[in-house]
């Protein structure tokens, strides 16, 4: 199949080389969710023509499948509920945000956070120990990100004697129904900035957050393709942990 | 006179070397105000000790006296009422903020601002053409720096063919008599980052805003002295251009 059709057909971009290399090897696809398979907005959004089948039919193959998103506006039990009434087949354990990353990480070196972040999202924090912080997170807080909010937050930094600040992912606005949105990364430099510090990045494009998934799925980088709509954060993330990527040619896409 | 003396008399720090062929040469005096001749905070703030009896001196000596400052958050007529009602001998035409600054280069490049300032320097820019905006002026807006309001102002930037953002200072906070406040830097990297691009700073440091206060006293940088609390808007700043810069041990300093 000449490339120019299959680019039409698939609305795909190949951001690299070796792709026949690739088919043989793969064994698993990981899928960005926003601008993949939905586009954002009122209510739950509206889901992709052909992205519902899609889904289908790679779980009816033998490649394994997972769902990796820097949503952070709800829980994940909230997102998921979200994608099954959009008409998805996910679960729960196929999904992999960062806010249950975080908390991992959080419970790994007993830090306690200062919460800087989308109501929707405080739930998934409910269990961990907020007290007396020795962190900060900041995530998609959208609406939250009040001057006295983002000064609580830098407040609680620059009063510790070694300030660490995770932001959960890293974008720099994204695109919803009514406009562009700023997203989590531009507050994320407003802190590093405030602070003079460097935010540690939990979600994509972070490796750590892309081996978790291959872990999940026990396969090697090579073995695996991540698809997005993002070239820096889903495309350039997958490339440098030796995954494949491919960019698709909705959501961000310009 | 040994150091360590003047050091505790004149609460300065000497940021350079050369002083004694600086003070030969000497001709002028610029001071910042905030955190030098008073401190901010609910009213009008108070008054540094020593400060208004300073400033009396230094007019009846033979130094040509300017104040720079990167006040944003009232115009400089309102900005200079509050410095006589505290008892300085000030007047409008010796005080230089970067809004002034701001509106003769709008007018010198022909360019119309979308504004995210302080309430309190809106009418400053009364006469100043703000229809179908073309750049953005970014001040140290404080509450007004509201998710929406920024996001406002990233959709400007993002829309325009040849995106302009000027930031009325850089600085990354300040302290007020309630704590520790976010400054105009920090929304300003905020909206670097968003739209991945560089903003021209007007006031401190600008070599051009030092420069147009050299002018109006029509002296040589070797010939004046800048005197603030911020090490590097200030002394920093001031030495880059040629000038001599001291620290004080009053404002932020720590």
Redesign the interface.
């Known amino acids: 199949m000449p490339y120019g059709s299959r680019r039409r057909s698939a609305h795909i971009v190949m951001a690299d080389t070796g792709w026949p290399g690739c088919v043989r090897s793969l064994k698993g696809v990981i899928l960005d969710l926003c601008g993949v398979l939905y586009d954002s907005g009122e209510g739950d959004g509206v889901a992709i023509p052909g992205a519902i089948e899609a889904v289908k039919r790679l779980k009816e193959s033998d490649l394994q499948l997972r769902f990796c998103t820097n949503e952070t506006q709800a829980t994940r039990k909230n997102f998921v509920a979200k994608l099954q009434r959009l008409g998805f087949d996910i679960s729960v354990s196929e999904v992999f945000p960062p806010a249950p990353a975080a908390i991992a990480v959080l419970k790994q070196r007993g830090l306690r956070p200062h919460l800087l972040v989308h109501d929707g999202l405080l739930p998934e924090f409910d269990a961990v120990d907020k007290t007396n912080p020795n962190c900060v997170i900041v995530g998609d807080?959208?609406?939250?990100?009040?001057?006295?909010n983002?000064?609580e937050a830098?407040?609680v930094l620059?009063g510790l004697e070694r300030p660490v600040l995770f932001s959960l992912g890293q974008g720099?606005?994204y695109k919803e129904t009514d406009?562009?949105?700023?997203d989590v990364?531009?507050?994320m430099?407003?802190?590093?900035?405030?602070c003079?510090l460097k935010a540690e990045v939990i979600g994509k494009p972070s490796p750590t957050f892309f081996q978790s998934v291959l872990n999940d799925m026990g396969l090697k980088p090579n073995e695996a393709l991540m698809i997005g709509d993002d070239l820096v954060n889903d495309v350039g993330g997958a490339q440098y942990c030796g995954m494949k990527g491919v960019q698709v040619r909705t959501g961000k896409y310009r």
Chains 1, 2 share one sequence.
């Not at 807080?141 to 006295?148: G, L, M, P, R, V």
């Not at 406009?179 to 700023?182: A, I, R, T, V, Y």
């Not at 430099?189 to 405030?194: D, H, R, S, V, W």
């Open positions: 807080a959208a609406e939250n990100f009040s001057y006295q983002l000064n830098f407040r620059i720099r606005y406009g562009l949105k700023l990364g531009v507050y430099k407003a802190l590093e900035y405030a003079d």
